[in-house]
Structures are given as C-alpha cells and as structure tokens.
Nanobody, 124 residues
Framework: QVQVVESGGGLVQAGGSLRLSCAASRGTFSSYTVGWFRQAPGKEREFVAVDSLSTLYADSVKGRFTVSRDNAKNRVYLQMNSLKPEDTAVYYC????????????????????WGQGTQVTVSS
C-alpha cells in the first residue's frame, strides 16, 4: 500500500491563497489518478478535484482551485485561491492506480490510498 502525505494547510484570511502538496511513498504520480477531497466538521467528505487523463473540479471550487503535477519532484499540488470561510475543512489527497477520463465526480471508494489530511482554516 502506497503511503500518501499531504502538507501545506494552515490559517488564512478570506481572499487569500494556500498551496497543498501531496507526496507518495513509492511510484510516480504519472501512474496515478489523484483526487482531492475535503471534510468540514459535521459534514460528509466531499469531492474537490480529480486529476487523471482529464481534470475535473467541484462546482464550488471551479475557477479558484487548480491541480498541478511536478513530475521532477513527484508531487501533486492543489493551488487554492480566493479562499472563502466555507472552504474550511480537512483536505485529503487520495490515489488510485491508472488513468481515467472523469466527466462526473469520482466516488471516495474509487481511491485505495489516502493521506492523513491537512487542515485548512479560512477566517472571515
């Protein structure tokens, strides 16, 4: 089982930016589909973005969040701009082997490896 580690969370004011990073213990990200999910207190874990053969974003983050890959560093990033208080949550990176074109949000169960999450708090 590949280990996944997220980093980059923190406290930011509304309108600010953060960049989350996701690293894997083995393999290269080019072989994986990478999903980003988040979970706010008292809520279900929800889809944020997925990057595979295509990239798909949740409507709530479209135009503000961007997924990118740095193959040289074997990292995947979630750049979050124009943050809102409702973006406050624990953010998770998840991996599944292989590539897929996504036209609808993937299910959490599609992903076999999850990180421990990183807290993002946006103050108003």
């Amino acid at each position: 089982q590949v280990q996944v580690v997220e980093s980059g969370g923190g406290l930011v004011q509304a309108g600010g930016s953060l960049r989350l990073s996701c690293a894997a213990s083995r393999g290269t990200f080019s072989s994986y589909t990478v999903g980003w999910f988040r979970q706010a207190p008292g809520k279900e874990r929800e889809f944020v973005a997925v990057d595979s053969l295509s990239t798909l974003y949740a409507d709530s983050v479209k135009g503000r969040f961007t997924v990118s890959r740095d193959n040289a560093k074997n990292r995947v990033y979630l750049q979050m701009n124009s943050l809102k208080p409702e973006d406050t949550a624990v953010y998770y990176c998840a991996l599944r082997w292989g590539g897929t074109d996504y036209y609808t949000a993937p299910h959490k169960a599609d992903f076999s490896s999850w990180g421990q999450g990183t807290q993002v708090t946006v103050s108003s």
